[in-house]
């Protein structure tokens, strides 16, 4: 599994020029399942978005959580994050998990955020989307299990 975590000032998801979920302070999260990942990968990935200190504390360290600071999450699933570029021109998805398989792990990773009492926005799994925000900092880490 691989998160994209952003931390954001704010982020919206669009399909077909409609905004269908947006949040302000907290993270983007970019969501790719792989073939191996089962729901104790997404355990741990859910456990570590909640408490990774990446947001500044008053002495202006990154030393408080998105639960320390109440923020949110924007949940997108995004197959691409497993594309293998190494050989041609095109990447190769392979290590991605079938759709439906991607689908149920994506949804147990938005409902174990929820179980971290995070408030959490989604996009819609495997619709054409358009992502906008403010990274803030810029703070962009890649979580991997």
Request: charged content about 25%; hydrophobic content about 45%; aromatic content about 6%.
């Amino acid at each position: 599994m691989k998160v994209v975590l952003q931390r954001v000032a704010q982020a919206s998801v669009s399909v077909q020029g409609e905004v269908i979920a947006e949040i302000q302070r907290g993270f983007l999260a970019l969501v790719g399942i792989g073939q191996e990942d089962d729901p104790s990968a997404v355990d741990w990935m859910a456990a570590k978005t909640a408490v990774l200190r990446v947001f500044e504390d008053d002495a202006g360290k990154m030393n408080r959580s998105i639960q320390d600071i109440g923020g949110s999450v924007l949940a997108v699933s995004q197959f691409t994050l497993y594309g293998d570029c190494r050989k041609g021109r095109r990447p190769a998805f392979t290590a991605a998990a079938a759709p439906e398989t991607a689908n149920r792990l994506y949804q147990h990773y938005v409902q174990r955020l929820r179980d971290h009492d995070l408030h959490v926005e989604t996009g819609i799994f495997a619709a054409d989307m358009q992502v906008a925000l403010i990274n803030d900092g810029p703070v962009t880490m890649l979580l991997e299990r």
